[in-house]
């Protein structure tokens, strides 16, 4: 399986460096979206718990419901399939339990879940689970039943983790350093997985609930076995992140704007040349001719457009430069805004917050803009297509090319033409498109 992966990330990636832990995050997320094939065919077993969940009508699916506590799917465990003589049973319990455990740390199920293996819930600088070993094998065979069916919510008292004396008349006579662990174990999950948000007392759901409204497919499934990584990565402290503001002279934006920017190259109705553009632009990996330069001595470092107006200049063409900062970029912002009037200050080569924050991220006051960020966008992958070409731009035919695309776009996605036809600073565009 893991030159399976290798295979397929290659070919996806070609020759591109990504960093491992952003290669199966999604893109809002400055992930690029490939399928991670171990949660795959995870997902892939648990659709077969679902299956016999739903009708116990072979033999495969009579041995496993059997193996489960009172005939409960959603509580068997890897200690309850004999790896010798169910192999194949065995390997489809060990991807449930990751489910069992991922589907607990979200929107407060872990109050309802089951407890007993379940890495929900661990004790130790080990994160130890709460196993057989925990509770004392013959304790836990005099106790089976009531420790399986054992929720964190059984546990407390409104909010007060019960006593031993409680525990006892619930017929679990724990000792004392049993006890303690157990509350310690199940502060931990609450420490760790409780927010503060009366919604997901409305969200929360048991394990047996979400296999029995599951259909076909395993996408549902896969979603949750990936959430852990999702919830747990943060773009705004992504080297990509802090290298573009780097590069263009800004500060990194909220996560929700990035949630955008990151993702734009993700939108289907865009060509596959644009959408390899922006996910180049957004990861700095751009052969911009100073980037270039440092790798091929044969690549001259100075900036194409500069270059064609005046051969001897000495000027860099880094990416600030080239799409922001140059003589001819300049003119040409000023002028597109101009030419199709828009409600936006045309700026100068100096830095300008308030313009900088919407030609780079969308952003219009506190909220960013899929409008602004797509047209922006498209400017600059007009403007690399004249740099590629070595050929200086004109107001024109730049103006040309981009509105034939972003005529092309709306057409195949006309929600997007609401989206600019809502934007206060740019919906004359359309005007143009007719």
Request: with cysteine; net charge positive.
């Amino acid at each position: 399986m893991t030159n399976l992966q290798k295979t397929i990330d290659g070919f996806a990636l070609k020759n591109m460096r990504i960093a491992e832990n952003r290669l199966y995050l999604p893109p809002k997320l400055g992930g690029v979206g490939l399928i991670n094939l171990e949660n795959f065919l995870d997902a892939q077993r648990c659709s077969w718990i679902v299956r016999a969940n739903k009708n116990c009508i072979d033999n495969w699916r009579y041995d496993l419901t059997n193996l489960a506590p009172n005939a409960d799917l959603s509580r068997i465990r890897k200690s309850d399939v004999n790896t010798v003589r169910h192999p194949i049973l065995a390997n489809i319990v060990n991807s449930f339990c990751k489910l069992i455990g991922s589907h607990a740390k979200i929107n407060g199920n872990f109050w309802v879940a089951y407890m007993f293996e379940n890495d929900a819930f661990t004790w130790g600088e080990n994160d130890r689970l709460l196993d057989k070993n925990f509770f004392g094998r013959d304790f836990y065979e005099r106790h089976k039943e009531k420790i399986r069916g054992l929720r964190l919510i059984d546990c407390y008292n409104n909010e007060n983790f019960k006593t031993q004396a409680e525990f006892a008349t619930m017929d679990l006579p724990l000792q004392t350093n049993t006890w303690l662990l157990l509350r310690g174990a199940c502060r931990k999950a609450i420490r760790l997985y409780k927010k503060e948000d009366p919604l997901l007392d409305v969200k929360r759901e048991t394990l047996l609930a979400f296999l029995q409204k599951q259909k076909k497919g395993s996408k549902k499934i896969r979603k949750i076995l990936n959430l852990e990584a999702e919830n747990q990565s943060q773009p705004g402290t992504l080297r990509i992140v802090e290298s573009f503001a780097r590069i263009t002279e800004t500060t990194v934006p909220a996560e929700i704007v990035l949630n955008h920017t990151l993702s734009v190259w993700n939108i289907y109705c865009f060509t596959n040349d644009f959408r390899e553009f922006l996910f180049k632009q957004r990861n700095n990996i751009l052969g911009v001719g100073a980037r270039v330069a440092h790798f091929d001595d044969e690549v001259d470092e100075r900036c194409t457009f500069c270059r064609i107006l005046y051969p001897p200049t000495r000027t860099r063409e880094d990416f600030i430069h080239l799409f922001r900062t140059c003589p001819i970029t300049v003119g040409l912002i000023q002028n597109i805004i101009r030419l199709f009037r828009l409600r936006i200050t045309a700026p100068g080569r100096e830095p300008d917050p308030n313009f900088d924050k919407i030609y780079w991220y969308g952003i219009d006051g506190n909220d960013s803009n899929l409008a602004l960020i797509i047209f922006f966008d498209l400017f600059r992958y007009t403007l690399w297509k004249f740099k590629t070409r070595r050929t200086l731009p004109r107001i024109k035919e730049l103006s040309e090319i981009l509105t034939a695309m972003l005529d092309t776009i709306i057409t195949i996605k006309p929600k997007l033409r609401a989206i600019f036809f809502n934007n206060r600073l740019i919906a004359n565009i359309l005007q143009a498109l007719g």
